[in-house]
T-cell receptor, first 113, second 112 residues
């Protein structure tokens, strides 16, 4: 039982390049989330998926797109990376929305030069 | 949008000391959560609080949901070296079942 897995762990991009961050969970959770974490700040929600087939914007969605491929997988795409997107990205999942525990993956450390 | 003010930003403590940290907001929350993050890992839930006034313990950790629903406190008793890390509060606002609002974290450091 791996919980939430993320790939890659580290990535360096040049400005303008694109990439997709992958996330998968094996807990049969309905809801999944993408956050970014910047130094000295709390986590900020980029996008979430309340259930398979739905996605919604969070607090900081600009410059990102997401796909809920199936119940297990939720990917985050940067179409044209910018230095402001240098951050640590966390994927999380929960049984459903509301006051349910969110389980986090180990994170992807992304640097855009 | 809503914001959480978490304090202190960092704490230097001696092993064995008790630790207190808190989160405050100008808006109310329906749920308060306390997470711990170790270096290179994602946050892990420590305690969840669901009702105003609720006091909940998890081993040496005790957290309270403020009666006004605008604040929460976390106490750690008799700190040990493995307590080092960053502690985050997070609140679930009344208007969303999905958009947790996070504090900036309290970094706990053990004095050598």
């Amino acid at each position: 039982n791996a919980g939430v897995t993320q790939t890659p762990k580290f990535q360096v991009l040049k400005t303008g390049q694109s990439m997709t961050l992958q996330c998968a969970q094996d807990m049969n959770h309905n809801s999944m989330y993408w956050y970014r974490q910047d130094p000295g700040m709390g986590l900020r929600l980029i996008y979430y998926s309340a259930s398979e087939g739905t996605t919604d914007k969070g607090e900081v969605p600009n410059g990102y797109n997401v796909s809920r491929l199936n119940k297990r997988e939720f990917s985050l795409r940067l179409e044209s990376a910018a230095p402001s997107q240098t951050s640590v990205y966390f994927c999380a999942s929960s049984e459903r929305g509301g006051p349910y525990e969110q389980y986090f993956g180990p994170g992807t450390r992304l640097t855009v030069t | 949008g809503q914001q959480l003010n978490q304090s202190p930003q960092s704490m230097f403590i001696q092993e064995g000391e008790d630790v207190s940290m808190n989160c405050t907001s100008s808006s109310i929350f329906n749920t308060w959560l306390w997470y711990k993050q170790d270096p290179g890992e994602g946050p892990v839930l420590l305690i969840a609080l669901y009702k105003a006034g609720e006091l909940t313990s998890n081993g040496r950790l005790t957290a309270q949901f403020g009666i006004t629903r605008k604040d929460s406190f976390l106490n750690i008793s008799a700190s040990i070296p493995s307590d080092v890390g960053i502690y985050f509060c997070a609140g679930l606002p009344p208007y969303s079942n999905y958009q947790l609002i996070w504090g900036a974290g309290t970094k706990l450091i053990i004095k050598p």
